[in-house]
């Protein structure tokens, strides 16, 4: 399904043990083998998850940070977009 607009979500990171927290505004990363990119995924302040890409090497910079998202696509439970 499409959808359209944007939306702003913070950036979150990974607890101190190193797994990740699946918390409220948390990020979560998949890393493809030899990949320049990594998938972040965030939650907007209504709870909807959202998916992003991102430069691997700007994972960890943007941690805690606030972004916006220009929204691609839609699925039952998740939203699809890339960074503006």
């Keep these: 399904r499409k959808a359209g607009g944007a ?8 607890d101190p043990a190193g797994d990740l927290d699946p918390g409220h505004g948390q990020v979560a990363t998949a890393e493809p083998e030899g990949g320049s990119t990594v998938q972040l995924s965030g939650r ?14 700007s994972r960890d910079a943007m941690t805690g940070e606030t972004v916006r998202v220009r929204i691609g696509g839609a699925d039952r439970l998740s939203l699809h977009g890339e960074l503006i």
């Design 44 to 57: 907007t302040d209504t709870d909807l998850i959202v998916f992003f890409e991102v430069p691997a090497e």
């Design 7 to 14: 939306v702003t979500l913070t950036v979150g990171g990974r």
